[in-house]
């Protein structure tokens, strides 16, 4: 466990320092105001951010293999033993992903990134 506290200050040092090296413009928008905000990054929450960050991405892809799988199902390209073992599998994804976000104090929708005009990044899961 210590080393992966390590490896996460590691980490964060290395995040920290490059979005230092990242100049902002005049026309960049203050945070807060405009459709899209401008990263903000804080040393002490690096380590949050990037979990969120990928929590966000496993939670795209989860969300696209169960549509996926669905899909399948409704084709009936899939036997039943298969479905039943997909079924599973997404059930246990969704119950980690439940405690990853209860582990780092963050909610589904705190994963669903704002695109601006384009929308949401994650469709709105329904259940």
Same mark, same amino acid.
């Given at each position: 466990?210590?080393?992966?506290?390590?490896?996460?200050?590691?980490?964060?040092?290395?995040?920290?320092?490059?979005?230092?090296?990242?100049?902002? !413009?005049?026309?960049?928008?203050?945070?807060?105001?405009?459709?899209?905000?401008?990263?903000?990054?804080?040393?002490?929450?690096?380590?949050?951010?990037?979990?969120?960050?990928?929590?966000?991405?496993?939670?795209?892809?989860?969300?696209?293999?169960?549509?996926?799988?669905?899909?399948?199902?409704?084709? !009936?390209?899939?036997?039943?033993?298969?479905? @039943?073992?997909?079924?599973?599998?997404?059930?246990?994804?969704?119950?980690?992903?439940? @405690?990853?976000? @209860?582990?780092?104090?963050?909610?589904?929708?705190?994963?669903?990134?704002?695109?601006?005009?384009? !929308?949401?990044?994650?469709?709105?899961?329904?259940?």
């Amino acid at each position: 466990m210590a080393d992966d506290d390590a490896r996460f200050g590691e980490v964060a040092r290395a995040a920290a320092r490059a979005f230092d090296l990242v100049p902002t !413009g005049p026309d960049d928008p203050a945070p807060g105001r405009g459709i899209a905000q401008r990263l903000e990054t804080d040393p002490d929450t690096v380590e949050r951010d990037l979990i969120k960050l990928v929590l966000t991405i496993v939670e795209l892809l989860r969300q696209l293999m169960e549509r996926t799988a669905l899909h399948r199902v409704d084709e !009936g390209d899939l036997r039943e033993d298969q479905e @039943e073992r997909i079924g599973m599998t997404l059930m246990i994804l969704r119950d980690r992903m439940a @405690e990853l976000c @209860e582990r780092y104090d963050l909610t589904m929708e705190d994963l669903n990134l704002d695109l601006g005009p384009l !929308g949401s990044l994650l469709p709105r899961d329904p259940g």
